[in-house]
């Protein structure tokens, strides 16, 4: 959904995507994007994973225990592919361990959320395939037939 410009040049986008839908979860990926008057848009990401039968959020910690902010952060710069010699590669080692996260056919993404407008351009979104995550998974999480059917 896109509102258009307003005389000031202003504008908002919004777009919601299924990423994941399976018998017992629904992820969810939401993008704004909204123009500020200046050279970058102010952009926001927000991810959720639900409960399909009571549409209550499903914690990472559910289907992943092991998986803690800090460890987000390393698997996150593990996966993006900013240059070593970038001003993006030192904002993303420095940058807070907040992201948006959703799940999708390919594996968990993640998008920092954490980023100052001025550098939001950096935060790009990466994707840890499921079975890099297997060996932590909650193997007696009702959820896990959905990400590691047999």
């Known amino acids: 959904m896109d509102l258009p410009e307003n005389s000031g040049g202003e504008g908002y986008g919004l777009s919601t995507d299924v990423t994941l839908l399976t018998p017992r979860l629904l992820s969810l990926r939401e993008d704004i994007n ?19 039968a009571s549409g209550r959020p499903v914690p990472l910690s559910a289907l992943w225990p092991s998986l803690t902010a800090a460890r987000l ?9 900013s240059d070593p010699a ?20 390919g594996g968990l993404s993640l998008t920092p959320t954490s980023l100052p407008h001025v550098v939001s351009a950096c ?14 998974a909650n193997t007696a999480s009702r959820y896990f037939a959905d990400l590691y059917p047999r």
């Open 34 to 52: 909204s123009y500020c008057g200046g050279a970058h848009p102010d952009t926001a990401t927000t991810g959720l994973i639900l409960d399909r």
């Open 73 to 81: 952060k390393a698997l996150y710069l593990g996966a993006a592919t």
């Open 86 to 105: 970038s001003e993006c590669d030192d904002v993303l080692r420095e940058m807070q361990d907040r992201f948006a996260v959703s799940l999708g056919s």
């Open 123 to 136: 935060a790009e979104s990466v994707v840890i395939p499921l079975g890099q995550l297997r060996r932590g």
